[in-house]
């Protein structure tokens, strides 16, 4: 049995994984905490899709006949442990999960950098800032912020067309993509190790545009990368002829 953890409440990443995850014939059980409003830091540029289908968690199941278990924090080992067929956990959020629920079952998550570059949160951010590689990364998860084992890691290349936008959203669909293989595929099995970065919070407002800077710096590399690859193949095709 595959488990998606999540919120009680409306909640883009995990709709797109669900939707994903039923595309390919898998219908998980869904457990959702309480949901908790917080006064979340609201950044000048913002590059995760925020936008979910406006609906309650609990329509949205019954209207796609998934059963939903809804507990608390505090109680959800001991709602797990009910049960004996749990092959995965798939983290839809950025829950900070029990050190013994991550001890005693496969949990999962997907992170939107490419570990163990860039550990924490707004890692596209600062991976563009320091460029350092852009990817996602599945991981089983231990007891520590972004780490445990490696399942999959992938990087999301800048192409000269691209805008900052385009780039968060390909990523984006990346680690929902990579989350469900998480399922299915080969792990590398290669234990995390340390970042060169102590482990990120959100970006201050005035690295942003700094940021923005280094992205438009990286996209006009990716066109000499380009061009110099359609002139070194074109030129071996020349003298292949």
């Known amino acids: 049995m ?3 953890l999540t919120y009680d409440h409306p909640h883009r990443k995990t709709q797109d994984l669900i939707f994903k995850l039923l595309a390919n014939g898998i219908k998980p059980l869904v457990i959702a905490t309480e949901w908790m409003e917080m006064n979340s830091f609201v ?37 797990l442990s009910g049960f004996t067929n749990i092959e995965y956990l798939l ?12 001890d005693k079952f496969k949990v999962i998550n997907s992170h939107p950098g490419y570990l163990p570059d860039i550990k924490g949160l707004d890692a596209l951010k600062w991976a563009i800032l320091y460029k350092r590689n852009i990817g996602v990364t599945t991981h089983f998860v231990n007891g520590q912020i972004d780490g445990g084992i490696i399942i999959e890691r992938k990087i999301v290349p800048i192409y000269y ?22 399922i299915t595929c080969v792990p590398e099995n290669i234990e995390i190790g340390e970042s060169d ?45």
């Open 43 to 79: 950044p000048i540029i913002s590059h995760r899709p925020s936008n979910p289908i406006n609906i309650s968690l609990s329509q949205f199941c019954k209207n796609l006949n998934l059963e939903l278990l809804l507990t608390t924090k505090s109680n959800l080992y001991k709602v």
């Open 161 to 182: 067309e691209d805008t900052f936008h385009n780039l968060s959203y390909r990523q984006y669909e990346l680690e929902v993509e990579l989350l469900v293989n998480s």
């Open 197 to 241: 970065f102590e482990t990120f919070r959100r970006m201050p407002h005035r690295l942003e545009f700094r940021m923005l800077e280094m992205f438009e710096q990286l996209r006009k590399e990716s066109e000499f990368r380009t061009e110099t690859n359609k002139n070194n193949n074109f030129n071996q095709q020349n003298t292949a002829s």
């Open 91 to 102: 983290l839809a959020t950025g829950n900070i999960i029990e050190t013994k629920i991550v």
């Open 2 to 4: 595959i488990v998606v």
